[in-house]
């Protein structure tokens, strides 16, 4: 049995704020990290807020915001080397754009178009997962069977606060455990799954308290904070890849848009609180430490932000110029080896329907 | 060859296809230490190691999630659910995951892992230890189902599972693990997907079956020996079927009944029928008959008999038929 502290209750962070907290410094990372970091918040960001225009305009179909969840996405990534795996969830659809997923794949996926659909070994990212807590046991078997081959990769997956009462998170954090398996649990404790606030899911009073009951360290960091998540993964990476197994990190953070493009929180949501926390939200928390460190001048961060619009603008373009899809696609790769009906069915759909639909 | 029973004939096939591809692992509750509740893993675990036959936390979900994980990192995971009503609980990633995850990676990474189960009944067990569930993994798209009747095909489709790149769910008959004694192969011995096997030939009419129902079908054959020529056409694989062989028995004798164990509704002898309707209707002298488990929870053992397809229940469908 594991010896393992009872988890951390109070928040760990970097960034200083308002209030008389003091930035901190994250050892061993470059002026160069700081500002990647920084250009990797700006790209999804810009992803994200580009995305609900598009959703607008029509151009793509619903859409799960992350707005003030970017410093989470790329501070964990962060962590990662690129041998490592990440499994994200609706909530992270983007953030293959850290391993280089072309924008235009990522906008294919929310345009239902098959060029959206990319072979996770190509980016040491998983698909995106959309049943809620089910993709846990597969960052656990990943991670697992990688350190049976004696590979040094670990796993970072993703899920929410709503996902810690699934059952398939259980089995997946316990198996990981079990395993030793080199992964790293990130939740993005939002507050929110669609309606439900966090205090409807569980009596436990963190969700980092969950962790002990698996015999795996647990830790609680400010969620809008970048550095803070990055040390904490990293801190995590480095237990995984000493043999020390999983660690569950929960960040927390508040939903500050809707759940999706299809949803109006007005029903269900405190507005006043919402705004609150736009006004705290993490890219400028970001930006403003990097200000007071000298680290980012305006120029760069004018420049930061442009690249990041080319990438959208280009990203949108390249999406939108994909022919239509052959209807030969609804029969492919479901199979290595398909049974022989399928070919049946294409041709005769083929007769019927000529080349394409819609 | 030698004679094994059907459940030696599984270990024997884990044992050549371990030493065969190293990547090949096999894991579930109780399979390493214990060999298996049937012992059908028995020896693996000291043979290859604790790494290579797992007894994993007893999370069938878990299971076979991690095994999806397994796949990324280059392993062909072979998990076994300890009994058919207990592969429930993976459903979930069988449908969400195993069946789509190929798909979902336009084809890019292959998730060659093999699920198998003994399953029926007819063997005096509490509630929940005697269902038939091929059907829900065979209605789910991607994953492919077989169904051994012999000791041969037990190990052969076994190996053919493993080695295929594609998720192949195996149901094993329990009934037949200690009972069924057979010629089996020695060393490496596969048995293709999809290729139905005739286990007895007939002109008159043609019973159509799999796994469990197979033995009891040639029973019934016997039975109408001097009435009729009857055929028995054991599938073996579900998915993919072996259409050809199931409409050329159908051809030649114009008459089929299906033997399913499973109950009736939107069961697989259904899709079987439904295929001879829709390809074979002016080869067929009459009706398509099923006969199949009852739309009720499998009974108390005391009277399962009552509920299991009977040789008496096959001979009186196949009298109706002849005499349609
Ligand atoms: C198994 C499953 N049940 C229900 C849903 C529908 N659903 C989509 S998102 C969501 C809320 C998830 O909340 P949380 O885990 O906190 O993640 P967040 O959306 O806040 O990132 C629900 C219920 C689903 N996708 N999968
Ligand atoms: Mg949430």
């Given at each position: 049995?594991?010896?393992?502290?009872?988890?951390?209750?109070?928040?760990r962070?970097?960034?200083?704020?308002?209030?008389?907290?003091g930035?901190?410094?994250?050892?061993?990372?470059?002026?160069?990290?700081?500002?990647?970091?920084?250009?990797?918040?700006?790209?999804?960001?810009?992803?994200?807020?580009?995305?609900?225009?598009?959703?607008?305009?029509?151009?793509?179909?619903?859409?799960?915001?992350?707005?003030?969840?970017?410093?989470?996405?790329?501070?964990a990534?962060?962590a990662?080397?690129?041998?490592?795996?990440?499994f994200?969830?609706y909530?992270?659809?983007?953030?293959?754009?850290?391993?280089?997923?072309?924008?235009?794949?990522?906008l294919?996926w929310?345009?239902?178009?098959?060029?959206?659909?990319?072979?996770?070994?190509?980016?040491?990212?998983?698909?995106?997962?959309?049943?809620?807590?089910?993709?846990?046991?597969?960052?656990?078997?990943?991670?697992w069977?990688?350190?049976?081959?004696?590979?040094?990769?670990?796993?970072?997956?993703?899920?929410?606060?709503?996902?810690?009462?699934?059952?398939?998170?259980?089995?997946?954090?316990?198996?990981?455990?079990?395993?030793?398996?080199?992964?790293?649990?990130?939740?993005?404790?939002?507050?929110?799954?669609?309606?439900?606030?966090?205090?409807a899911?569980?009596?436990?009073e963190?969700?980092?308290?969950?962790?002990?009951g698996?015999?795996?360290?647990?830790?609680?960091?400010?969620?809008?904070?970048?550095?803070?998540?990055?040390?904490?993964?990293?801190?995590?990476?480095?237990?995984?890849?000493?043999?020390?197994?999983?660690?569950?990190?929960e960040?927390?953070?508040?939903?500050?848009?809707?759940?999706?493009?299809?949803?109006?929180?007005?029903?269900?949501?405190?507005?006043?609180r919402?705004?609150?926390?736009?006004?705290?939200e993490?890219?400028?928390?970001?930006?403003?430490?990097?200000?007071?460190?000298?680290?980012?001048?305006?120029?760069?961060?004018?420049?930061?932000?442009?690249?990041?619009?080319?990438?959208?603008?280009?990203?949108?373009?390249?999406?939108?110029?994909?022919?239509?899809?052959?209807?030969?696609?609804?029969?492919?790769?479901?199979?290595?080896?398909?049974?022989?009906?399928l070919?049946?069915?294409?041709?005769?759909?083929?007769?019927?329907?000529?080349?394409?639909?819609? | 060859?030698?004679?094994k029973?059907?459940?030696?004939?599984?270990?024997?096939?884990?044992?050549?296809e371990?030493?065969?591809?190293?990547?090949?692992?096999?894991?579930?509750?109780?399979?390493?230490?214990?060999?298996?509740?049937?012992?059908?893993?028995?020896?693996?675990?000291?043979?290859?190691?604790?790494?290579?036959?797992?007894?994993t936390?007893?999370?069938?979900?878990?299971?076979?999630?991690?095994a999806?994980?397994?796949?990324?990192?280059?392993?062909?995971?072979?998990?076994?659910?300890?009994?058919?009503?207990?592969?429930?609980?993976?459903?979930?990633?069988?449908?969400?995951?195993?069946?789509?995850?190929?798909?979902?990676?336009?084809?890019?990474?292959?998730?060659?892992?093999?699920i198998?189960?003994?399953?029926?009944?007819?063997?005096?067990?509490?509630?929940?230890?005697?269902?038939?569930?091929?059907?829900?993994?065979?209605?789910?798209?991607?994953?492919?189902?077989?169904?051994?009747?012999?000791?041969?095909?037990?190990?052969?489709?076994?190996?053919?599972?493993?080695?295929?790149?594609?998720?192949?769910?195996?149901?094993?008959?329990?009934?037949?693990?200690?009972?069924?004694?057979?010629?089996?192969?020695?060393?490496?011995?596969?048995?293709?997907?999809?290729?139905?096997r005739?286990?007895?030939?007939?002109?008159?009419?043609?019973?159509?079956?799999?796994?469990?129902?197979?033995?009891?079908?040639?029973?019934?054959?016997?039975?109408?020996?001097?009435?009729?020529?009857?055929?028995v056409?054991?599938?073996?694989?579900?998915?993919?079927?072996?259409?050809?062989?199931?409409l050329?028995?159908?051809?030649?004798?114009?008459?089929?009944?299906?033997?399913?164990?499973?109950?009736?509704v939107?069961?697989f002898?259904?899709?079987?029928?439904?295929?001879?309707?829709e390809?074979?209707i002016?080869?067929?002298?009459?009706?398509?008959?099923?006969?199949?488990?009852?739309?009720?929870?499998?009974?108390?053992?005391?009277?399962?008999?009552?509920?299991?397809?009977?040789?008496?229940?096959?001979?009186?469908?196949?009298?109706?038929?002849?005499?349609?």
């Amino acid at each position: 049995m594991a010896q393992i502290a009872a988890a951390e209750h109070e928040l760990r962070r970097v960034i200083g704020d308002a209030e008389g907290l003091g930035d901190r410094e994250v050892e061993g990372l470059s002026e160069g990290d700081l500002l990647a970091l920084y250009r990797d918040m700006i790209l999804l960001r810009t992803y994200d807020e580009r995305s609900v225009v598009y959703h607008r305009q029509g151009r793509i179909g619903t859409y799960a915001i992350y707005w003030n969840h970017e410093a989470m996405q790329a501070g964990a990534a962060y962590a990662l080397a690129d041998d490592d795996w990440i499994f994200p969830s609706y909530r992270e659809s983007a953030i293959g754009l850290l391993r280089g997923l072309p924008a235009a794949t990522i906008l294919s996926w929310w345009r239902g178009h098959p060029s959206g659909w990319w072979n996770p070994a190509d980016y040491n990212v998983a698909s995106i997962c959309v049943p809620i807590a089910t993709q846990v046991p597969h960052a656990a078997g990943l991670a697992w069977g990688k350190r049976l081959r004696g590979e040094d990769a670990c796993a970072l997956v993703f899920f929410g606060d709503g996902a810690t009462s699934e059952g398939a998170f259980h089995e997946g954090a316990n198996f990981a455990a079990v395993m030793q398996a080199p992964v790293v649990l990130l939740c993005n404790n939002n507050q929110w799954a669609i309606s439900t606030p966090v205090s409807a899911q569980t009596r436990a009073e963190t969700l980092a308290d969950k962790a002990a009951g698996y015999g795996m360290p647990g830790v609680r960091v400010d969620g809008l904070d970048v550095l803070a998540v990055y040390e904490a993964t990293r801190e995590a990476v480095e237990r995984a890849r000493a043999g020390e197994g999983p660690t569950f990190v929960e960040a927390l953070s508040y939903r500050a848009a809707p759940h999706a493009t299809a949803d109006d929180p007005t029903a269900y949501i405190d507005l006043e609180r919402v705004e609150e926390e736009r006004t705290r939200e993490c890219v400028g928390r970001y930006e403003g430490y990097l200000r007071r460190l000298g680290v980012l001048t305006d120029e760069q961060a004018e420049q930061i932000k442009a690249e990041a619009a080319d990438v959208m603008r280009e990203g949108i373009k390249a999406a939108e110029s994909e022919p239509p899809a052959d209807i030969g696609l609804v029969f492919e790769h479901a199979y290595a080896d398909p049974p022989p009906q399928l070919a049946e069915d294409l041709a005769e759909l083929r007769r019927i329907l000529g080349g394409s639909v819609g | 060859m030698a004679e094994k029973l059907l459940v030696e004939a599984i270990n024997d096939c884990f044992h050549v296809e371990l030493e065969r591809d190293e990547n090949v692992m096999v894991m579930g509750e109780d399979v390493g230490r214990a060999g298996g509740v049937f012992r059908a893993t028995a020896g693996l675990r000291d043979r290859f190691g604790p790494d290579r036959c797992v007894d994993t936390p007893l999370a069938e979900a878990g299971i076979l999630g991690t095994a999806v994980g397994l796949c990324m990192a280059g392993w062909r995971p072979v998990c076994e659910m300890q009994y058919d009503a207990f592969s429930y609980p993976a459903l979930d990633q069988l449908i969400t995951h195993v069946g789509r995850y190929r798909w979902r990676t336009g084809g890019g990474m292959e998730f060659p892992v093999t699920i198998r189960m003994p399953y029926g009944g007819g063997v005096r067990a509490p509630e929940l230890h005697d269902d038939s569930p091929e059907t829900y993994y065979v209605h789910t798209p991607g994953i492919k189902v077989a169904i051994p009747s012999t000791p041969a095909d037990a190990k052969g489709l076994l190996a053919a599972a493993i080695r295929d790149p594609d998720p192949v769910v195996i149901l094993e008959p329990k009934l037949h693990y200690r009972t069924l004694r057979g010629e089996v192969p020695e060393g490496e011995h596969v048995t293709p997907l999809g290729k139905a096997r005739l286990a007895r030939e007939g002109t008159d009419l043609t019973l159509v079956a799999y796994g469990s129902m197979v033995p009891l079908s040639e029973a019934a054959a016997d039975a109408l020996a001097g009435e009729a020529s009857v055929e028995v056409l054991d599938l073996r694989s579900l998915k993919p079927l072996d259409e050809e062989a199931l409409l050329a028995s159908a051809a030649k004798t114009g008459r089929v009944v299906i033997v399913q164990e499973a109950p009736r509704v939107a069961g697989f002898a259904a899709e079987i029928a439904a295929v001879l309707a829709e390809k074979a209707i002016l080869d067929l002298q009459g009706p398509v008959l099923r006969v199949t488990g009852y739309d009720v929870p499998y009974p108390y053992w005391q009277i399962e008999d009552a509920y299991m397809p009977s040789v008496e229940r096959v001979v009186d469908a196949a009298r109706k038929l002849l005499a349609f």
